[in-house]
């Protein structure tokens, strides 16, 4: 995953770990609130990660 994004998608983060967006998903759950905490614009959903969000998913990940 190139480190120069300004914005990734569940997509792009499920390709990098070699598994589907749902699979991914189920693995954020103990996290969400924290990404949703980090979401500049305050939704429901989180379709689009900043690499703050990506930097606290890859260590929570490993």
């Given at each position: 995953m190139e480190e120069n994004h300004s914005a990734y998608t569940l997509k792009e983060l499920a390709k990098y770990y070699n598994v589907n967006t749902r699979t991914l998903y189920s693995w954020l759950v103990p996290i969400r609130q924290q990404l949703?905490?980090?979401?500049?614009i305050r939704k429901k959903r989180i379709r689009i990660l900043i690499p703050k969000q990506v930097k606290?998913?890859?260590e929570f990940l490993g």
């Amino acid at each position: 995953m190139e480190e120069n994004h300004s914005a990734y998608t569940l997509k792009e983060l499920a390709k990098y770990y070699n598994v589907n967006t749902r699979t991914l998903y189920s693995w954020l759950v103990p996290i969400r609130q924290q990404l949703f905490d980090m979401n500049p614009i305050r939704k429901k959903r989180i379709r689009i990660l900043i690499p703050k969000q990506v930097k606290l998913i890859r260590e929570f990940l490993g």
